[in-house]
């Protein structure tokens, strides 16, 4: 028997050593007390297209949209490409918005997102709130995790080595857990 | 011998039957006096992925890039998903953004959109206003071109049938011939 809460998460970045996929990671390890995490793909999702969706939506979209339905909360982590967030990540909100049951519709979300730049993804961040309007997503607010200079932040191994970034991470994760009990 | 300027178009859009890429055809039959026109293709554009990148820049992005160059202007006519622009687009952009002698720099883009909604694309279009800034892109500022309610103004055969969106279509064509000529 588990009290655990079962969390998905996504990143927008489809880098293999992706910093925001190592974050995704150091915050799963820092929760796995309190959470069964699990790590969506988002790589096999297809460009969104109406004429496509007319003849349903594809599986993958599909699948991810279950896992996110299933699970008391989303986690989403992001970078910023040109002052937004990722193409990519849109792709995959602007799809999941398409399925009937909404499975983005009053979802627990966290995010977070790291760059190599000063600003640490304020801006990508800021534009996924707004978003989240329209999706209906339901975004904690704070603490806001912006890991800037990443480069400095992370090992070879890709293992969080930056204390002041591990007590946000810590702390995001507390947070979190109160925030998906709060809403269920 | 031609002075007409060339100008490419892109539509955020996939769908055969787009109200975006109908406005973008009325515009280039506006224009034809003065441009000579192309579409340019992004549904062959991969999801970005650095690790792709590393790898080179795939095919359609190079050779949307080259059109893109070698055009005297970009139009960009957009949707609005989701209080913002499509991840097709955003997408499109970010691969754009990553090759080496940066097509949307410096170049002219006149941007147009079409919704059912009662607000037209306001909130995408301003978004792509903001993305344009980190890209460099040379947005002109007027006339808007916010096209609502795109369902009862054109018709069957997808020509648009009001009189006042063709009156402001008339003068955006005309406004971006002087835009380009000027920074050219």
Redesign the interface.
């Known amino acids: 028997m588990s009290d655990k809460l079962n969390i998905i998460g996504i990143s927008g ?4 050593k ?1 910093f925001n996929k190592m974050l995704l990671d150091e915050l799963f390890d820092s929760a796995s007390g309190n959470w069964n995490s699990e790590i969506g793909d988002i ?1 096999e ?1 297809p ?5 496509v969706e007319a003849n349903g939506i594809p599986e993958s979209v599909i699948n991810l949209g279950t896992k996110i339905s299933k699970a008391d909360g989303l986690i989403i982590v992001t970078p910023e ?14 799809w999941l ?1 398409r399925i009937k049951n909404a499975p983005l519709k009053n979802k627990p979300v966290g995010i977070l997102g790291a760059s190599m730049s000063l600003t640490g993804t304020v ?1 990508s961040q800021s ?1 996924l709130r ?2 989240a ?3 209906e997503m339901l975004i904690m607010n704070k603490p806001d995790v912006y890991v800037a200079q990443a480069q400095n932040k992370f090992d070879e191994e890709g293992k969080l080595t930056d204390e002041k970034t591990k007590s946000v991470i810590n702390k995001f994760a507390d947070s979190f857990t109160i925030w998906v009990n709060k809403i269920k």
């Open positions: 970045s489809l880098r293999k992706s790589s999702i460009l969104y297209n109406a004429d490409y040109n002052y937004s967030i990722p193409g990519v990540l849109k792709n995959t909100i602007d918005s801006r534009h707004l978003v309007v329209q999706t």
